[in-house]
């Protein structure tokens, strides 16, 4: 549930790259209000108790040992929805609203980061692959600012190709998350109603919360693209 990569605007061109420009404000306006559903979601459903007194950790715990996992360990960690699973270390890091809220969020959520875990015991592609390349990718996510801000201050359009493409890692970054993220909104799903972790009243809100936050990713996707298409446009347009 981190927050995926959200790419930066920058300066006003003309026919297409103005038209670019003003789809990248709208869709960054409507990624803030799926952020704003999301916490909406998060906090109404976060009123719901459940019927079982069941928490977030509590919940995250019978997941993973119902699918035999035993090497993770769930770590209660700071901040609001900062929840995720770190594959690196093999840790669920459930924020303290999940982690002892005994309510329909907290479960939801918690139920999500255990479906990353299973899929990283399941060695999901699309998941070992988004770990090898999240670094290649954060070195091209800040390389690519660097190249289009001297691009475009020193009008070199080069720099600015350069910056377009080191950009294209991030995404194919996003577009490799986005199945990612609703394959384990998908997993938790179904391991909380197998399980019965939620009654059928409460699966319904933990499958609200779920697709509201799944939507920043959808958001996230088609933004970067618009962006790197504008980019490209102002490369070819400087030339």
């Known amino acids: 549930m981190t927050t ?6 920058y300066g006003y061109g003309t026919g297409m790259s103005d038209i670019l420009y003003v789809l990248t404000l709208v869709l960054f306006g409507v990624s803030l209000i799926c952020s704003a559903v999301v916490k909406s979601r998060f906090n109404t459903y976060s009123r719901e108790r459940t019927a079982s007194g069941m928490t977030g950790a509590m919940a995250a715990e019978r ?3 119902a699918n035999g ?3 993770v360990t769930i770590v209660q960690t700071a901040g609001v929805l900062t929840d995720n699973y770190n594959p690196v270390n093999k840790t669920l890091n459930l924020s303290q609203a999940v982690y002892g809220g005994a309510n329909v ?6 139920a999500h980061e ?3 875990a299973i899929q990283h015991a399941e060695s999901y592609p699309l998941l070992m692959l988004r770990k090898s390349i999240a670094p290649v990718c954060n070195i091209g996510s800040s390389g ?4 289009i801000l001297l691009g475009l201050l020193f009008s070199i359009p080069p720099l600015i190709t350069v910056g377009a493409l080191l950009f294209s890692a991030i995404v194919f970054f996003n577009l490799v998350t986005l199945p990612v993220e609703v394959d384990a909104s ?13 009654t059928a009243d409460e699966l319904t809100g933990g499958r609200r919360v779920l697709i509201a936050a799944g939507m920043t990713y959808f958001i996230s ?3 970067s693209i618009v962006q790197l298409l504008r980019l490209l446009s102002l490369a070819n347009r400087r030339r």
């Not at 995926?4 to 605007?9: G, I, K, L, S």
């Not at 998908?186 to 939620?198: F, S, T, Y």
């Open 4 to 9: 995926p990569y959200m790419p930066a605007m």
């Open 221 to 223: 996707l088609v933004t």
């Open 144 to 147: 690519s600012y660097i190249c």
């Open 63 to 65: 997941i993973l040992r």
């Open 114 to 116: 255990c479906g990353h």
């Open 186 to 198: 998908r997993r938790a799903l179904r391991q909380v109603e197998q399980m019965n972790l939620l």
């Open 69 to 71: 996992i035993y090497d």
């Open 105 to 110: 969020s907290a479960v939801a959520v918690a």
